[in-house]
Nanobody
Framework: QVQLVESGGGLVQPGGSLRLSCTAS????????MGWYRQAPGKQRGLVAS???????NYVDSVKGRFTVSRDNAKNTVYLQMDSLKPEDTAVYYC???????????????WGQGTQVTVSL
């Protein structure tokens, strides 16, 4: 059974940094795109950043230049380095991955449980 486990959230002051990690475990054949989404109170969940297996990245405009997504394919882990954090970055952050795992024959989406990031004085 595949699981995504996140860590690294917390409370940080504006201008500070946090690093989120997400590791996929279980019987995994292959992982395609991995990424991070976030959901603030009263808002829809939206993409923050994603990265392909070969390292191509994509960011929402509001985090470009401040956040960096990376991954370690050998460890089935994706990271999100968040710098110059702003109060509007406050949200629950969810890890997402397209994973091929038995008994299926194609990729399907898996989600982590979410980790709270709060940016406040």
């Amino acid at each position: 059974q595949v699981q995504l486990v996140e860590s690294g959230g917390g409370l940080v002051q504006p201008g500070g940094s946090l690093r989120l990690s997400c590791t996929a475990s279980g019987t995994i054949i292959s992982i395609n795109v991995m990424g991070w989404y976030r959901q603030a109170p009263g808002k829809q969940r939206g993409l923050v950043a994603s990265i392909t297996r070969s390292g191509d990245t994509n960011y929402v405009d509001s985090v470009k230049g401040r956040f960096t997504v990376s991954r370690d394919n050998a460890k089935n882990t994706v990271y999100l380095q968040m710098d110059s954090l702003k109060p509007e970055d406050t949200a629950v952050y969810y890890c997402n991955a397209a994973i091929w795992a038995p008994p299926g024959y194609n990729y399907r989406d898996y989600w982590g449980q979410g980790t709270q990031v709060t940016v406040s004085l």
